[in-house]
Every structure is written in structure tokens, then in C-alpha cells.
């Protein structure tokens, strides 16, 4: 009987110590949307490191919850890539992010919008059939052709075409800006590319009484130019930037929604991907 409960005992907890992994370190999610093809695709199973770490590193794919949403419990989640942490500077560019000084080119996975015209698209699209690259989100009218393209298809396509085409095949620009990331704590002079950014981190901080007006902080019916965050914040962005909700729709991402870093593929239907660790 002793043996009996022992074994009990045992099993029990060891079924405790597979819970606690599970609720505070280590979980296992399903990724529901595109916004990070093609470092994840859509029905991947990822294994998500949850421990409580004092700052996420830069370049980390996390899941999050949006901080538009205040009940957690039934918030979608979301998968981005961590551009940038609490107290950094950043600044967006063709030439991918620039944080604190320090340019970080963009992923070869980024997914952009390319159009070229419609006296090269039989070349172009020969190109993309030899090199086996799907004609992603594919439009076009009488003149142009727009799809959808990593940076390294770009680069093989390239590879491909002749001067002419080249200069005809044209990437669309990135929409430019700089911002700081709030750090717990400080106290930060309010311009407007930073009032609108942390809009929805200000009113959460303020239970909501804050006003903005014409692009101003108002508190207690008082224009404020410096606010003190409470906590940390992170700036995020996907990777398929033109099919995602990350920070750009969002806005700073508080530490509080942050579940935590994807760091393990351990099921895809593309069988290639099975196992491999998320960069």
C-alpha cells in the first residue's frame, strides 16, 4: 500500500512540476497569422521561452498580446520580431533599423512590395518561375505589375535581369521615422512622433485620463510636454511588413503583454523546417 501511495505521490508530482514548466516557463503555441513569413509560417507549432528575463534581446521573435486589448484572457496572439528595447533610439530606413546609431540590415526574410512595368514582366516572371519564387499577392493594370517579395528573392532576381530591368524593377519605400523607446521610470519631453506612438501606453498609465488634442498631451485639462513611463515598453516589427500588426498599428508594447520569445520550431507542415531554432 506504502508503494502504492509513493508511486501516487510521485506521479503527481511530477505532473505539478510539467504544469509549472508549462504556466511560467516553457509553452507551446500555434502561430495563426503570416506577419513573420518567412521565418514562421501560418500552422506553425513553436515552443516559447516564458521565464522572467530583465529585457528581451534586440532581433528576438516574441509573442505578445495587443495592448488594445485590456483583457488578456481572449487577446489574440500576435508574433513579431523585437526591433528595439527600453531606453533605445530608433530609426527606420530603406536600409533597415538603425538603434542607437547602430544599423541592423534588413532580415533576408522581409516581405515588400515591388512593382515594375508591364514591358518587362514576361522576363520577370520567367525569372521567378526558374528560380521556383511564388507570384505573391500578384496585381497589376495596363502600365505596372505589383507583388510581394523577400529581400533575398530580390536579390536572386536580380541576379537575373539586365541593367534596363533592373531599373525598372523598383522596390517600394519604407515609410522613414525616429523614436525612444520608453525606459521605466524617466521622464521624457513629448514631441509628436513620440505622443503618437505611446498614445495607447499614456491612457493605459493614466486609467485612461489622458486627452490628446491636436497632437498634445493634455492631463487634468493641462497641456504636459514630459510624461514618466511605469514601466518598460518594446518597439516591435514583423517581418512580412506589409501583412502584420506590430508596433507601427500598435504602438510601444508594454512589458506586461509580452508572454515571451519564440525560440523552437518543433512542428510545420514544411518538413525542413522541423526542429530548427527561430532566428
Not at 507549432?45 to 486589448?69: A, D, E, G, M, W
Not at 496572439?77 to 533605445?88: F, H, Y
Not at 506590430?246 to 515571451?260: E, K, N, Q, T, V
Request: overall charge positive; some cysteine.
Amino acid at each position: 500500500m506504502n508503494g502504492k501511495i509513493r508511486t501516487l505521490l510521485l506521479c503527481v508530482g511530477v505532473l505539478l512540476i510539467v504544469l509549472c514548466v508549462r504556466a511560467f516557463c516553457i509553452g507551446s503555441y500555434r502561430i495563426s497569422t503570416s506577419s513573420m513569413e518567412n521565418t514562421l509560417h501560418k500552422g506553425d507549432y513553436v515552443l516559447v521561452n516564458k521565464l522572467p528575463t530583465s529585457r528581451l534581446k534586440r532581433n528576438q521573435v516574441i509573442l505578445f498580446t495587443s495592448p488594445l486589448i485590456k483583457d488578456r484572457s481572449v487577446a489574440p496572439l500576435l508574433v513579431s520580431r523585437c526591433i528595439a528595447q527600453p531606453g533605445d533610439t530608433i530609426q527606420v530606413s530603406d536600409a533597415g533599423y538603425s538603434v542607437n546609431g547602430i544599423l541592423y540590415p534588413r532580415s533576408p526574410n522581409t516581405l515588400s512590395f515591388y512593382t515594375f512595368g508591364q514591358e518587362i514582366k514576361t522576363s520577370l516572371l520567367n525569372a521567378l518561375q526558374k528560380l521556383d519564387i511564388p507570384q505573391r499577392d500578384m496585381k497589376e493594370n495596363a502600365s505596372l505589375v505589383r507583388l510581394r517579395l523577400t529581400s533575398f528573392e530580390e536579390y536572386r532576381i536580380r541576379e537575373e535581369l539586365t541593367e534596363m530591368m533592373n531599373n525598372r524593377f523598383i522596390r517600394e519605400e519604407t515609410v522613414h521615422y525616429r523614436l525612444v523607446v520608453p525606459l521605466k521610470g524617466i521622464v521624457y519631453r513629448l514631441d509628436e512622433a513620440l505622443i503618437t506612438a505611446c498614445r495607447e501606453a499614456i491612457l493605459a498609465e493614466t486609467n485612461g485620463q489622458a486627452e490628446f488634442r491636436n497632437r498634445k498631451l493634455f492631463l487634468d485639462s493641462k497641456e504636459v510636454n514630459r510624461f514618466r513611463f511605469n514601466q518598460d515598453y518594446y518597439w516591435v516589427l514583423s517581418d512580412n511588413i506589409n501583412d502584420a500588426v506590430d508596433s507601427r498599428h500598435l504602438g510601444f508594447i508594454p512589458a506586461d503583454h509580452i508572454i515571451g520569445n519564440a525560440w523552437f520550431c518543433w512542428y510545420s507542415k514544411d518538413k525542413k523546417r522541423i526542429f530548427r531554432k527561430i532566428n
